[in-house]
């Protein structure tokens, strides 16, 4: 079993940073992909940002050179780095895992940014 905690969400007005942790704690071995999702109200979830176990990252063009996704396997830990946030930004932030055939979800942390 995998677990999946995120945290560091919160209220920041437009223009500033949070980082954003996802702890991944049970059978970690072998999870290659982790990635951060979002959903605003009334929208869908989409991806933000994914980074796999060669560090090869992605990341959504409303965020390119805004957020940075990065790992550290040492501590089995996910994060992501969001500057210049704007209102838009505004969502709940869910962690997600990925391993054959599985996939595997945090239970969200809020972001909020006020204009």
């Known amino acids: 079993q995998v677990q999946l905690v995120e945290s560091g969400g919160g209220l920041v007005q437009a223009g500033g940073s949070l980082m954003l942790s996802c702890v991944v704690s049970?059978?970690?071995?072998?999870?290659?992909?982790m990635g951060w999702y979002r959903q605003a109200p009334g929208k869908q979830r989409e991806s933000v940002a994914s980074?796999?176990?060669?560090?090869?990252?992605t990341y959504a063009d409303s965020v390119k050179g805004r957020f940075t996704i990065s790992r550290d396997n040492a501590k089995n830990t996910v994060y992501l780095q969001m500057n210049s946030l704007k209102p838009e930004d505004t969502a709940v932030y869910y962690c997600q895992g990925y391993r054959y055939p599985y996939t595997y979800w945090g239970q969200g942390t809020q972001v909020t940014v006020s204009s």
């Open positions: 049970g059978s970690t071995f072998s999870i290659n992909r």
């Open positions: 980074i796999n176990s060669g560090l090869t990252t």
